[in-house]
């Protein structure tokens, strides 16, 4: 059957995929979401490493590792996410992540959904889900993280932060390039290459609690969802307050 919408691309926070609480039940019911989403369009997920990724790196860093070769312990915990959330997926996805965007653009060309992890040292899996969703010309991204969106500053420093309800891209470019000029390797809510790519491409982008499962599927859904927007108009709505 003939897909009729164009591809979506999830970017899925390692965080959000093993969080030591109801894990498996979690897992479960995001395979299932997905499966339904991908009946209708391609869809092309890339999974974070996490604390998973942070502890190997840490470790790493302490016994003198260098940045790139951190850089690879990073990825090689993403693709083990990819890997893990391959396999509930059946014959619905391969079971070995791709290792290049090539790669990827040709398993989404072959399979309702391609799961993959990093793919080379300098980045970030917000970046690999950016340059995947240009290259294969999706007409989404969902970043599905551990808030409810995007916020003016860190809530967990300052829980006051005002929430980011809409942004348009270029605005959405500088933002993100304020907040990572000049400090290699910062983490900050999304990644500096990825926002370039999102800015350049001009492919939408919402932000959602990857928790909150009936929301994360209206918003690969493109239905009016919980969250942060980046592009033209508004799709989706702000949280409610607590
Ligand atoms: P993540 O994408 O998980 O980074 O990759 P993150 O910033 O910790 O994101 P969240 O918290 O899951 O949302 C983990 C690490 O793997 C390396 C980087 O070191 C990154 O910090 N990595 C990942 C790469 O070098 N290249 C990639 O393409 C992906």
Redesign the pocket.
Known sequence: MPHLAPPVVLSL???VLLRGDNDRKYLESLAEVLVRVAARRPLAVVV???PT??QY?DLGRDLGLNEVE???L??A??RLHARLLAHLLGPDAPSSPPGTLTEAAEAVARWPIVVM????????????ASLLAERIHAGLIVNA?NVKGFYAEDPRVNPRAPFVDHMGFAEFAEWVRVHTEGTAGQ?FVF?ALGARSVARSRIPLAVVDGRNLENLEAALEGQEFEGSWVGPGRKGRAPRKR
Not at 117 to 128: I, L
């Open positions: 926070g390692g965080s974070g490493g996490g990724a942070r790196i951190l850089d690879e990073g990825i915990i993403t992890g990093g793919t080379e040292p300098s980045h970030t899996t917000d970046a690999v993280t983490h990644d």
